[in-house]
């Protein structure tokens, strides 16, 4: 069986701005990507998400920018439009996006159940779905969710809760898609050293998440790096496109099951 390359090939990256959806996006376009398309939601990740498109840019890739709430769903369907209308085709999408509410239950706001799900649950699977309406035959779809799926741990409730349906859109979404060869998966990391987890974590917690990791003493903080998943995503779209509804744990043994 040949498996596909990335050579020529057009992504979408939800998050592709910055943290692990920028690094995706440059392992991409030295992969052979041809077109790349880089999401973002807020105005304070327009100048990283400019500076990686740039950086792309110079290696030779064509780029596009695109700024929105995903879990509006014409500006999800809007986003898969414009890579058409750009590129011709999409082959790949990878989702990165979310948002972490860390609390006791007892403090879970309407609003904080709200915003984390919108995030988490409404907007990953109208990710799938428009991926699915647009992507050429053997293409691939990743989510990236949380190791916390795993977790037995309090003030967790909706962050992982928000999460955890998008394991069932990945299998439904295989299921489906599959006749036209489309492989989705989802990976979940465990604690990353980005600023996207230090917002959340007392001291205290960031020293345990540190050291929870079967193999933490061999990460320079304990935590998984961006650049431990980004060779994951990159093998699920390639060689490993053979893998298909799977949900994969890549955090060094900090959960299992």
Sequence with gaps: MSFPTLQGKVAVIAGGGKNLGALIANQFADAGAKGLVLHYNSDSSREETEKTAAALKAKGVDVLTFQGDLSVVDNCTAMFDQA????GAVNVAINTAGVVIKKPILQVT?????????????AAFFFIQQAGRVLAERGSIVTIVSSLLAAYTDSYAIYPGSKAPVEHYTRAASKEFGARGISVNAIGPGPMDTSFFYGQESKEAVAYHSSAAALSGYSKKGLTDIEDIAPFVKFLVTEGWWMTGQTIFVNGGYTTR
């Design 84 to 87: 058409v209308a750009r590129f």
């Design 110 to 122: 309407e609003a904080d159940y709200e915003k984390s799900f919108a995030a988490n649950s409404k």
